[in-house]
């Protein structure tokens, strides 16, 4: 496999770091732990998901309305987060907006150091690992502890999320039992001697190693799945109790939440309480649906601050078609489905957005100036299976055409440029291409099996097809008679 599709723009290496899509998949495929243990996940996950959502008859409708409510509100974003700012000021929060990763990054640092703490706990937050909150907190001599038991098998193993959902599906029960035994003493309590890989022994490891976190903290960092824009709340979804405990315990929570985030009403949040469990974990509710507005006066935390990310997401509002990424719920369903996930596995996708999901939301957060970045709408066979099960229809195989397009724009080989040009001008000319049909029959004993130069790429996995000696249209004059 090369490092370029045909169609893309033919990139130095140099210009980054970062290996393409198509070379790090390369190299995960020939991975076969690997591969096991994502088909045994994803076939388990979305085989439950099937049997959760055919229990409601009104699935489509309920799929419709999330769909038009997120349009709704992307419509009209400025007007909701204007609201939801003006609902949490009230509630005695305070709303800070970041431009972009960095501007987040320094005001989280500002405010823990504000308190004095030197330590926080985190909610699963993908919005915080988008602008690496982590290590940007280390650097200033902040260590961020994550409570979420597979964020935390990632983080003790030095590891990157690989699942939306699950983000150490790429971890085998034996692997997470090496990482425990190895790594829990270095961040705390260690793991009890003779740990097994028990899931039952595992998780009292992860649960007596974290308490202790949870007891002494005293500010949190999370992220949310939705926010209410008419009373300021923020919503948590999760199935652990990690979120409850990081929620209440400290005397700071910061929030950092994609602006994209807002809900209009709880009649909304209602709707997406019923699509995102069945479609993530496949459960009919979640354990746990943590919801806070504000602050209050002797219940959980004293002060609470809501950074509000754009990051890109204003100018993936602007794309009339590549807008409908920001519906996204992150359920993970289309990982689920996806034969090049199950294959690649979500470190190949070089993002905290692996997938399907992330082919189309990392490009349009990030450009499509990198390797690794115009390389990701390309990380797709096309073949549907994420919009047939995405609960807010985000129709992605349109999306990542678009992208190709605008990927495409940006200029491939010469010699791919040269051929479009050639093609565009003999279909644009029908005798021409009467005159191309009749030739390539007659030649078709000399044609190669695989293109040369750029277009390797296409036949390394494909046949090129077999010309008729004889074009259609002769076929037809001679014939219609």
């Given amino acids: 496999m090369t490092g370029t599709f045909l169609g893309m723009p033919a990139f130095r290496q140099a210009a980054s770091p970062q290996a393409t899509f198509p070379q790090a998949a390369a190299a995960a495929v020939r991975d076969e732990r690997l591969r096991a243990n994502l088909r045994h996940a994803t076939h388990t996950i979305r085989d439950k998901r099937a ?18 409510i997120k349009d709704h509100t992307l419509r009209h974003l400025d007007r909701y987060l204007v609201q939801l700012e003006e609902a949490v000021t009230a509630a005695g ?41 982590n290590e940007a907190l280390a650097a200033e001599g902040i260590t961020a502890y994550e409570t979420d038991l597979a964020e935390l098998i990632v983080q003790l193993g030095e590891d990157r999320p690989s699942h939306i959902l699950v983000p150490a599906i790429h ?10 035994a190895e790594r829990m003493a270095a961040w705390g309590r260690p793991a009890p001697e003779g740990l097994t890989d028990s899931p039952a022994e595992l998780a009292e490891a992860a649960r007596l190693h974290l308490r202790e976190k949870f007891l002494r903290a005293r500010v949190a960092v999370s992220g949310a799945n939705f926010m ?15 979120g409850r405990m990081c929620l209440t315990l400290p005397r700071t929570l910061i929030s950092v939440v994609g602006i994209e985030k807002v809900v209009p009403t709880w009649q909304d949040l209602e709707v997406f309480l019923q699509l995102l469990p069945r479609s993530s974990t496949a459960e009919r509710m979640n354990p746990y649906t943590s919801l806070w507005t504000g602050t209050t006066e002797g219940d959980g935390p004293s002060a609470f601050h809501l950074v509000l990310l754009d990051n890109g997401r204003t100018a993936a ?15 993970s369903a289309c990982l689920n489905v996806c034969p090049v996930y199950e294959r690649a596995g979500g470190h190949a996708y070089g993002s905290v957005y692996p997938g399907p999901i992330g082919a189309i939301l990392t490009p349009q957060l990030r450009g499509t100036t990198s390797p690794l970045d ?30 190709r397009e605008r990927v495409a724009e940006q200029g491939g080989h010469p010699l791919e440029r040269a051929a479009i040009a050639a093609a565009g001008y003999v279909l644009d000319h029908p005798a021409a291409l009467a005159a191309a049909e009749r030739l390539a029959g007659r030649t078709r004993a000399l044609h190669p099996r695989r293109l040369p130069g750029p277009g390797r790429a296409w036949t390394d996995t494909r046949d090129l097809p077999e010309l008729p000696a004889e074009p259609f249209r002769d076929w037809w004059r001679r014939n219609r008679s």
């Avoid at 989280?108 to 993908?126: I, Q, W």
């Avoid at 971890?171 to 425990?180: D, G, H, K, V």
């Fill in 51 to 68: 049997r959760a959502v055919a229990e409601l008859d009104d699935w489509a409708e309920l799929r419709a309305a999330g769909k038009a």
């Fill in 374 to 403: 115009a390389s990701l709408p390309y990380a797709s066979s096309l073949c549907g299976a994420c919009y047939q099960v995405c609960p807010v229809a985000i129709d992605i195989p349109e999306v990542l055409v678009h992208l």
């Fill in 93 to 133: 929060g305070i709303v800070h907006w970041a431009a972009d990763a960095e501007e987040a990054n320094r005001i989280v640092a500002d405010l823990v150091r504000a308190t004095g703490e030197t330590e926080v706990v985190k909610v699963k937050s993908m919005a915080t690992q988008e602008i690496g909150l």
């Fill in 317 to 331: 509002l602007a794309d009339q078609v590549g807008r409908q990424a920001l519906r996204c719920i992150r359920c």
């Fill in 228 to 242: 209410v824009a008419e009373t300021g709340t923020l919503v948590v979804v999760e199935s652990e109790g990690n």
């Fill in 171 to 180: 971890r085998n029960r034996a692997e997470i039992r090496e990482i425990f």
